[in-house]
């Protein structure tokens, strides 16, 4: 069974900064390619980052490029987020996200909540 389940979420001021975790564990880890999605309240889910299977390639889109780091361990079975330079806008729940044998599969989310 594949699980995902995302750490390290909480309040943070604006400017600061932030790392995510991921665990995974019911497949082989390192032959996926992983992403983190966020949602804030009232709007849809949006991806935020995507790295390859062996961490040799990620994707942003503009809302966060230059902010969000996206990686991997993949002897650890766990990916990360490092947010810096939050803002208010980045405020949302945070989810773990795999795609293994034609489905999708998420995390709980963790909250992330910047605020001063």
């Known amino acids: 069974q594949v699980q995902l389940v995302e750490s390290g979420g909480g309040l943070v001021q604006p400017g600061g900064s932030l790392r995510l975790s991921c665990a995974a564990s019911?497949?082989?880890?390192?032959?996926?390619?992983m992403s983190w999605y966020r949602q804030a309240p009232g709007k849809e889910r949006e991806l935020v980052a995507t790295i390859t299977s062996a961490g040799g390639t990620t994707t942003y889109p503009q809302s966060v490029k230059g902010r969000f780091t996206i990686s991997r361990d993949n002897a650890k079975n766990t990916m990360y987020l490092q947010m810096n330079s939050l803002n208010p806008e980045d405020t949302a729940v945070y989810y773990c996200?795999?795609?293994?044998?034609?489905?999708?599969?998420w995390g709980q989310g963790t909250q992330v909540t910047v605020s001063s």
């Open positions: 996200h795999a795609m293994v044998f034609g489905r999708r599969y």
């Open positions: 019911g497949f082989t880890f390192s032959n996926y390619a």
